[in-house]
């Protein structure tokens, strides 16, 4: 849960801004009336995320609030009935976030939005690709700023190096003019590999050439920004390109993964093992597992479906927990896949862990003990649905001799 220190004098507008920010579970807010109450707060704790700042407060008429959560190291975004250019400048000069203007009642939805993308932000890795140190580092520190993870490379070849070490990353700025490879050449190498949405590549250059930005664009680039940077347009396109990936990602989810469990569902196994039994190397070494929870009916009977349903989640965490480097698929109702291209060795250690792990964990606030019944396939299959098949006998094996055990080809044990 992340702090927001709200600073404002209106008691309609503090309470609509709390109300925006807090009806997004990350946040809770600390609210002060003057700059007095803020000082306070600010003396018992710095820990805010961000904070949003009034700038005429009654003993604080000049911006001296802003003065104050600077002071501190807190990220400030001005929120204020007007503003002319030069407070503006003055303001951005200081190291503000942002300035929002109360002129209507999106503004205060553009704070809740801001401050939630900044969050985001934490978790986005970011390269900056120049070969001069003072641009990258002025870039580098603008993107600190706002709480991005931030790399750095001084070529394209330094940059592809740091996309393979550091497969994070989810937005690239890169300047047009680098020693041996440009800026074209770079962003056509990583769109071989990556689509637009994985990664978003945000061209730079000096030079007032109206072909470089259309070049670039075609050439695979998501944006394009002119040098000098100007700070508000620089994040608003970051924040658009961001803000325009987490929604396809959003889209890629909700067709890929269980809503309830979260993990994959049937159509993304399909989908994925095209790929995997294409490559007959390592089709040979695909592991297939049938999982399946023994007596589930009994828990919707007994305690509800809603027990029933919080049962499968956190059964869905643990395998996710234990087969974090393999796909994990809610294949229907309470039996699940997994697709393994792990050593086997490794594969069933960790299979039999989490057999282990299941004995002995009580699920949900009802307390219950519910085993699972396994049945595996380790053995070369021209597709998914002949390994499928396989793995699903052993799981009916299983079942049939007494559930809670795992069956594979080679292995039959009965644990208990
Ligand atoms: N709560 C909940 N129940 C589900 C869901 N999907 C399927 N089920 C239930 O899962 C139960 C599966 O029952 P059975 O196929 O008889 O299996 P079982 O009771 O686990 O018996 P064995 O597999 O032989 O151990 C049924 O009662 C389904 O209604 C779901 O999403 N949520």
Do not use: W
């Not at 209507?104 to 070969?131: C, E, F, G, H, T």
Request: aromatic share 8%; hydrophobic share 35%.
């Amino acid at each position: 849960m992340y702090k927001i220190l709200v600073i404002e004098d209106s008691v309609t507008v503090r309470m609509i801004v709390k109300k925006l920010i807090e009806d997004n579970p990350h946040f809770t807010c600390e609210l002060c009336k003057n700059y007095a109450e803020a000082q306070r707060a600010l003396s018992k704790s710095t820990e805010y995320l961000v904070a949003v700042v009034d700038l005429n407060l009654p003993d604080a008429p000049n911006g001296e609030s802003v003065d104050l959560v600077l002071s501190h190291n807190v990220p400030a975004i001005v929120l204020s009935g007007n503003f002319d250019e030069s407070t503006r400048n003055q303001l951005l000069e200081k190291g503000i976030l942002d300035y929002i203007t109360k002129e209507s009642p999106y503004s205060y939805v553009q704070v809740a939005n801001l401050i939630d993308r900044i969050r985001k932000n934490i978790s986005v890795s970011v390269l900056v690709v120049d070969d001069s140190q003072d641009s990258r580092d002025h870039i580098c520190s603008l993107l600190r700023k706002f709480q991005f993870k931030v790399n750095e490379a001084y070529s394209s070849e330094d940059a592809l190096n740091q996309l393979d070490i550091h497969n994070d990353i989810k937005l690239i700025i890169s300047a047009h003019n680098l020693p041996s490879m440009d800026g074209y050449k770079l962003v056509k190498t990583i769109r071989h590999e990556r689509g637009m949405q994985d990664v978003i590549f945000i061209g730079l250059s000096a030079t007032k050439d109206s072909v470089l930005t259309s070049k670039f664009i075609k050439s695979g680039a998501n944006d394009f920004l002119g040098k000098p940077l100007h700070h508000e347009e620089f994040f608003s396109r970051i924040m658009h390109n961001l803000d325009s990936q987490d929604m396809i990602q959003t889209i890629k989810d909700s067709a890929n993964l269980d809503a309830l469990t979260k993990v994959y569902n049937r159509r993304y196994l399909h989908k994925r093992a095209d790929e995997l039994y294409a490559d007959k190397k390592r089709s040979s070494n695909i592991i297939v597992s049938m999982i399946d929870a023994d007596n589930f009916k009994q828990v919707n009977d007994t305690y509800g479906h809603k027990a029933g349903d919080d049962f499968l989640q956190e059964f869905a965490s643990l395998l996710k927990k234990y087969f974090s480097n393999d796909l994990v698929v809610r294949y229907g109702g309470e039996e699940f896949t997994i697709v393994s291209t792990q050593p086997s060795e490794k594969y069933y250690s960790a299979l039999s862990e989490f057999m282990n792990t299941v004995r002995q964990t009580v699920f949900t606030p009802h307390k219950l003990n519910i085993t699972c019944s396994i049945g595996v396939s380790s053995e070369t299959h021209p597709s998914l649905e002949a390994q499928l098949e396989t793995a699903d006998a052993r799981l009916y094996t299983a079942k049939n001799t007494g559930k809670n055990r795992i069956i594979t080809q080679d292995i039959s044990q009965k644990v208990s």
